[in-house]
């Protein structure tokens, strides 16, 4: 069973950047980054499908960016232009979820001034 491994959090101040990384054990196909914030239910963020077909959900439109190196198994997000309202723990996982998906430990992302 696949596994993922989340790394690049931190605290950054308001319109700063992060770049998130997630090492998967084998090449995935399909993935995406996802979040939760507090209170909150996770929520899809971005995915990429191959090497170069992506979506974002709008609040990110224009702010992420995600990607993969050429061995398929490690994604990227790079997070520019933060807000306050991006502080969550990010995860990745397949995209689609498998019917009982599990999750790595995530990295938190932290956007205060």
């Known amino acids: 069973q696949v596994q993922f491994v989340e790394s690049g959090g931190g605290l950054v101040q308001p319109g700063g950047s992060l770049r998130l990384s997630c090492a998967a054990s084998r090449s995935i196909f399909s993935l995406g980054w996802y979040r939760q914030a507090p209170g909150k239910e996770r929520e899809l963020v971005a995915s990429i499908v191959g090497t170069a077909t992506t979506n974002y959900t709008d609040s990110v439109k224009g702010r992420f960016t995600i990607s993969r190196d050429s061995t398929a198994s490690t994604v990227y997000l790079q997070m520019n232009n933060l807000k306050p309202e991006d502080t969550a723990v990010y995860y990745c996982?397949?995209?689609?979820?498998?019917?009982?998906?599990?999750w790595g430990q995530g990295t938190q992302v932290t956007v205060s001034s």
């Open positions: 996982n397949l995209r689609p979820l498998p019917s009982l998906p599990i």
